[in-house]
């Protein structure tokens, strides 16, 4: 399985392409095992057949289950990205009400945890950066809460309390992403997918072997068809390569809108 993916990492096009050619050479031995028992035993293939649809359904029905999963994934990794992103932002706004020292570098540090949020996210599958991002990270924590219960000690007043429960959803939004990061598809269900991909292509080569039918283009239009839908379930469900990936905007945005600071308008009369 670790080969696999580091397979995958490394190239997701030699992944298909690898997982394309296992599906040929499964269907070319099936086709010559059937012929020969053809040859040899004169079978009927309709018995074969029903049971060639029915696997092929299940694989079908397995794909579309997988699917969803990773589907799933995708959209929770999305979404804890966001939340995370808008919650930085809201305690970033409520440091800076503060008006004093703390509540500035409180502020500042935010967006130094913003990057590392924004790295971790963007880190690919294997990198040594991701163990800096998690521990860059957990430093900031300690230093904001540091300085965020320095806050609420010298008064604790709503504005001081509503600081402290942002920066906790902040810290609380950082443990979803990580845990929507580390979520990724059981490896039961690959080699489930994959072996039911195997036997589904094996058994129609038997079929065809049994019938003395050679369909090539076909038969490669539906290995072709298999790759490139777990090729797309198994990117969405890694988190950390492939082509499908999610997205930083939301951390972007929210540095951009800490460039500008806070302007306190004038008091109106």
Not at 25 to 42: I, L
Not at 131 to 152: C, P
Not at 164 to 186: I, K, M, Y
Request: no cysteine; aromatic share 10%; glycine share 8%.
């Amino acid at each position: 399985m670790d080969l696999l993916i580091d397979l995958a990492a490394w190239n997701v096009a030699l992944f298909g392409a690898a997982l394309f050619v296992m599906q040929l050479v499964v269907h070319e031995v099936g086709y010559r095992v059937g012929r020969r028992y053809a040859v040899s035993r004169d079978a009927p293939a309709e018995g074969v057949g029903v049971v060639t649809g029915a696997v092929l359904g299940l694989l079908a029905f397995v794909l579309a289950l997988t699917l969803s999963f990773a589907n799933a994934r995708f959209d929770e990794r999305r979404a804890g990205t966001l939340a995370e992103a808008n919650a930085i932002g809201t305690a970033w706004l409520r440091a800076k009400a503060i008006g004093q020292p703390r509540g500035d570098e409180i502020a500042r540090l935010l967006e130094e945890y913003a990057k590392a949020r924004m790295a971790f996210v963007a880190t690919g599958y294997g990198s040594p950066a991701l163990d800096d991002a998690n521990r860059r990270s957990g430093e900031l924590q300690s230093v904001i809460w540091g300085h965020a219960a320095a806050i609420v000690r010298e008064q604790a007043d709503p504005v001081r309390a509503s600081l402290a429960a942002s920066l906790n959803e902040v810290f609380d939004a950082t443990t979803a992403v990580r845990f929507a990061f580390e979520l990724q598809l059981p490896s039961q269900v690959f080699w489930l997918l994959i072996g039911l991909m195997a036997l589904g292509m094996a058994m129609l080569g038997y079929q065809l072997g049994l019938r003395g039918q050679r369909v090539h283009v076909l038969a490669m239009l539906l290995t072709l068809t298999w790759t490139m839908v777990i090729v797309v379930i198994l990117d969405l469900a890694w988190p950390r390569f492939g082509g499908i990936r999610t997205s930083v905007a939301a951390y972007e945005w929210t540095l951009q809108g800490f460039q500008d600071g806070v302007t306190v308008p004038p008091a109106p009369r």
